[in-house]
């Protein structure tokens, strides 16, 4: 097969290799198409003859309008389409509620559970800085006792350094506090040390008062300016009761409607819709399924495909809220002067993404067909079962943050493009065509591109299932292996 027509409303189809002008396709109705120009892989080809103003067709929607003429057999791209979309606007509820042809099959984990009953999937420890200026002391700390206890009852030692803390403003300074605090309190972490210098805004003190009824015996606090000599040996030694505390933590069987999973995707190509992004979606309505939780973000990519999320939501009250998040994320851009639809990237581009609808009618995949049953603003924790909308931006160190902030144990992430990074918990990374997995083994943790190579999603779902299973019993991935581990916090407004 060397094309694809994923909808049979579709005028447009995707090029599974690389297609030569003079070559004859056929596609799966016994239409044949003549190939007018070389189209790469993922990219789009034209079914139909396109006069400018022709709307163009994938997925069973609207990517767009074409700009100038396009012959049938042409290579449909970003120079030939324009989007359709446009700037903050009204919505109605019309409610659409798939029923989940989905079974409980009581599945458990091996999980670490906490004080609070809130289950973690790693047993950690984690530095944390209240401002940036001591990240050179939180680094020092980490790579001193990763030394002296690496391989000895932890998973890891961690240092997240970032920069912020100090000199912000409203809600800069509001966004920082609450993903600090929410990191602080995640449970894949058995220890955490809270590092502080003195004369920040974000004062140790008051941070403290934000965390609320947490475990005093698992979260320690140093402020460098107030230790009189070296604070280096104050923070190995508060490590050490950490250490003293949580050696002896055991995983223990619990439900898997424990797990919270983040759903995530970079570096999109022409492939990301038709297979990663459904193999999440697919994941997604089976963890739903079994009381679990899954929580999709990337506002600005759900543009062009919010309508579809809207009418999936349990209720007015769930279908207002996401109103406000698509509303207010473009009055964001509004507000910066900056054009709402600046989407997709160069990268994505390249890979065969068009237009932000597009864009986002493969990126809402990852949501499967379940329904919406809560709306998170930037910060929040996650309060309900079940499919989770977050506000976050496309950015993926952003957005793969706030996922975990939310408390997500875990988060899945799929590309088309690859790339290495991970975040403060593990940061799957699920390869949208086997090409990219078989070039970067040391990035990509499963390969969703066989269901291209006669692979049926249920069967590599199930391969899916299991492959996460040992993951989240403590199975290292890539971003770890590699100590690829880092966080990044929104910001908006005014550094002083």
Not at 303 to 317: K, P
Request: charged share 20%; with cysteine; proline share 3%.
């Amino acid at each position: 097969m060397q094309v694809l027509k994923i909808h049979s409303n579709d005028n447009v189809a995707v090029a599974l290799t690389e297609l030569h002008a003079g070559e004859q396709i056929s596609l799966s109705d016994g239409q044949l198409i003549s190939v007018k120009e070389s189209i790469p892989v993922g990219h789009k080809i034209a079914l139909t003859p396109f006069t400018p103003g022709d709307l163009i067709l994938k997925y069973g929607y609207s990517i767009g309008h074409a700009i100038q003429a396009i012959e049938e057999g042409g290579w449909v791209n970003e120079k030939n389409v324009r989007t359709n979309l446009e700037g903050v606007r009204d919505y109605s509820y019309t409610p659409i509620h798939h029923t989940l042809a989905e079974e409980n099959r009581h599945m458990t984990f091996n999980g670490y559970v906490r004080r609070n009953g809130e289950v973690g999937i790693r047993n950690e420890i984690w530095i944390i800085p209240t401002v940036g200026c001591v990240n050179g002391t939180i680094r020092k700390l980490a790579d001193l006792f990763r030394n002296q206890i690496e391989g000895k009852g932890v998973d890891a030692v961690v240092d997240f350094p970032h920069n912020f803390g100090c000199s912000q403003l409203g809600s800069d300074h509001e966004n920082t506090r609450n993903i600090l605090r929410d990191i602080v309190l995640h449970p894949n972490a058995g220890g955490i040390l809270v590092v502080g210098l003195g004369c920040e805004n974000n004062q140790v003190s008051a941070f403290r008062d934000i965390l609320g009824d947490y475990d005093k015996e698992r979260v320690l606090f140093m402020e460098t300016q107030k230790i009189e000599g070296d604070e280096i040996a104050t923070g190995l030694s508060l490590l050490r009761q950490l250490y003293g505390r949580m050696k002896q933590d055991k995983r223990q069987p619990v439900p898997l409607s424990a797990l919270r999973v983040g759903l995530k995707c970079g570096g999109s190509d022409g492939f990301s819709g038709i297979t990663a992004n459904p193999l999440l979606g697919s994941f997604s309505d089976f963890l739903v399924a079994q009381g679990g939780t899954t929580v999709l973000t990337e506002v600005p990519e759900m543009f062009g495909a919010e309508t579809i999320l809207m009418n999936r939501c349990n209720d007015e009250h769930v279908f207002a809220k996401t109103v406000h998040l698509i509303n207010n994320f473009k009055e964001y851009f509004i507000q910066n002067h900056q054009p709402i639809y600046e989407n997709p990237s160069p990268g994505n581009k390249a890979g065969g993404i068009s237009t932000l609808e597009e864009k986002s009618l493969g990126c809402t995949q990852k949501s499967g067909t379940s329904l919406v049953q809560d709306v998170l603003q930037y910060g929040d924790r996650i309060q309900k079962h079940g499919l989770n909308l977050l506000s976050a931006p496309g950015n993926d160190l952003v957005a793969t943050t706030a996922l975990g902030s939310a408390g997500c144990q875990l988060v899945l992430f799929t590309t088309g493009r690859g790339t290495p990074f991970g975040s403060f918990i593990p940061t799957v990374k699920v390869s949208t065509n086997t090409k990219l997995a078989i070039h970067k083994t040391h990035w990509i943790d499963f390969n969703a591109g066989s269901l291209l190579e006669n692979t049926s999603m249920i069967a590599l779902r199930e391969q899916f299932i299991d492959f996460l299973l040992k993951v989240i019993n403590g199975e290292k991935i890539n971003a770890e292996k590699n100590n690829f581990r880092e966080i990044a916090i929104f910001k908006t407004g005014v550094t002083l």
